[in-house]
């Protein structure tokens, strides 16, 4: 029963959340729309501008709640396969070729293999393409690593880049749906759901995600998964 209300109370909060983050996109809508309305005889360049804002806002709604649908049924998962966990990161880190080269950063790899876990591949996928492409949106020179060993009875994938120092207020709060470090200092990128899905998904297979501050600026983030041998809370 208490884990019941425990679900259900932070369905609340994700569902406030999200009615805020909401209300951004829609207000601009609006906005926008009334002055297209207000204006009697508007440009073609006005057009073109009130199109784009709608647009933006349009596509920043639907960001929101495909992350929202996405952190509903990371808790709820099926365990389809049971795959090295190697070969998922090798796959995400493929998917996000393109973000490194265009932020201008250096990646480096250090993947072992022979750790199996039985996960739901998709899920599990696009946990590491999340915390990969968070570690990207990085400083300008700046460097992404991963690495992945087994421990025990573990195995774990440890992200670590570089970045502004963070205070223990903003650590604290990493990993929140919707919370986004250096919002309100310009123009941050992302809907502050990549962190909070991440985790979901290693809950839901049995595992964690530790976020801790990088010495010298930056974050690491660490997953720490059964090996299939070990999984007892998936009913093996």
């Known amino acids: ?8 109370f932070t369905a609340q909060q994700h569902f406030a959340a999200a009615s805020h983050e909401l209300r951004t996109p829609l207000t601009l809508i609006s906005t926008e729309l009334d002055v297209g309305l207000d204006t009697p005889d508007p440009s073609r360049e006005e057009l073109d501008a009130m199109a784009e804002s ?10 929101i709640i495909d992350g929202l649908l996405l952190l509903a049924r990371s808790g709820i998962i099926e365990p389809t396969a049971t795959t090295d966990l190697a070969e998922l990161i090798d796959g995400a880190l493929d998917a996000s070729l393109g973000t490194s080269e265009e932020h201008g950063l250096t990646v480096r790899a250090s993947v072992t293999g022979g750790a199996a ?14 915390l990969i492409d968070n570690a990207l ?50 123009d941050v990128p992302g809907t502050g759901l990549g962190l909070a899905i991440a985790r979901s998904i290693a809950e839901a297979h049995g595992g964690r995600l530790d976020i801790a501050g990088r010495p010298g600026g930056g974050v690491i983030v660490e997953v720490v998964l059964p090996t299939i041998e070990h999984d007892r809370s998936l009913g093996t």
């Not at 029963?1 to 259900?8: C, N, S």
């Not at 880049?161 to 309100?184: C, H, I, Q, V």
């Open 1 to 8: 029963m208490m884990d019941r209300l425990e679900r259900a």
């Open 54 to 63: 709608i647009h933006y806002a349009v596509g920043r709604s639907a960001q």
């Open 117 to 130: 876990v039985r996960c739901d591949p998709v899920l599990m996928e696009r946990m590491l393409r999340n």
């Open 137 to 186: 949106h990085n400083e300008p020179g700046g460097w992404m690593e991963i690495d992945s060993s087994a421990r025990g009875n573990e195995v774990i994938a440890r992200i670590t880049n570089t970045g502004p120092m963070l205070d223990e207020t903003t650590m604290a709060r990493l990993g929140e749906p919707f919370y986004r470090a250096g919002a309100g200092q310009g």
